[in-house]
T-cell receptor, first 116, second 118 residues
Framework: AQTVTQSQPEMSVQEAETVTLSCTYD???????LFWYKQPPSRQMILVIR??????QNATENRFSVNFQKAAKSFSLKISDSQLGDTAMYFC?????????????FGKGTRLSVIA | GAVVSQHPSRVICKSGTSVKIECRSLDFQATTMFWYRQFPKQSLMLMAT?????????EQGVEKDKFLINHASLTLSTLTVTSAHPEDSSFYIC??????????????FGEGSRLTVL
């Protein structure tokens, strides 16, 4: 079974600064996806960024980028130029590649607070 | 992006009654939908995988007779909490994958339903 570990229950960052959220995972699969989801106070899950394991290039979406280290099974999220609206719970998630009925496995989450 | 609608967003019921939560994919077909449960300040825990036209697959520890799942069409899955008790109070979230975009891996989430059992 796959597991996802987020070792930082809470983090804070000053507005406009950069913050990195950690995530490690354990799997015997070779083909899989990794995700970061954001859950603001509204509780709506929002996809932040996605990485396919077979791609060596780290994914980037505007101010969000990842550091994907496949051998180390590490998938950290870097948020640059932090904004107040980035305040939320952030969940790292794993999904093995396969048919459409494979679910996401989530880490326990990191609560990020952006301070003005 | 694809939209998943969940209803109701909040429901309060008396202990012993049943509550139905609907999850609809509005602009895509979803062969598979997933139901998650989230307790306060905790992560999302998979309850069951709902497959259109067949029985749901439940995770270990989830009572299938208590959490009835029906996926009668490619755009609708329902979760019925039967004989609800206070310990069933939680936030329930459904998610769906566009059948045409399985290769992307992305799941789209509903807004969630907060159930409070008195």
């Amino acid at each position: 079974a796959q597991t996802v570990t987020q070792s930082q229950p809470e983090m804070s960052v000053q507005e406009a600064e950069t913050v990195t959220l950690s995530c490690t995972y354990d799997t015997s699969e070779n083909n899989y996806y990794l995700f970061w989801y954001k859950q603001p106070p509204s509780r709506q899950m929002i996809l932040v960024i996605r990485q396919e394991a077979y791609k060596q290039q780290n994914a980037t979406e505007n101010r969000f980028s990842v550091n994907f280290q496949k051998a180390a099974k590490s998938f950290s999220l870097k948020i640059s130029d932090s904004q107040l609206g980035d305040t939320a719970m952030y969940f790292c998630a794993f999904m093995k590649h396969g048919s459409g009925n494979t679910p996401l496995v989530f880490g326990k989450g990191t609560r990020l607070s952006v301070i003005a | 992006g694809a939209v998943v609608s969940q209803h109701p967003s909040r429901v309060i019921c008396k202990s012993g009654t049943s509550v139905k939560i609907e999850c609809r994919s509005l602009d895509f077909q979803a062969t598979t939908m997933f139901w998650y449960r989230q307790f306060p300040k905790q992560s999302l825990m998979l309850m069951a995988t709902s497959n259109e036209g067949s029985k749901a697959t439940y995770e270990q520890g989830v009572e299938k007779d208590k959490f009835l799942i029906n996926h009668a069409s490619l755009t609708l899955s329902t979760l019925t909490v039967t004989s609800a008790h206070p310990e069933d109070s939680s936030f329930y979230i459904c998610s769906a994958r566009d059948s045409a975009g399985i290769g992307t891996g992305e799941l789209f989430f509903g807004e969630g339903s907060r159930l409070t059992v008195l």
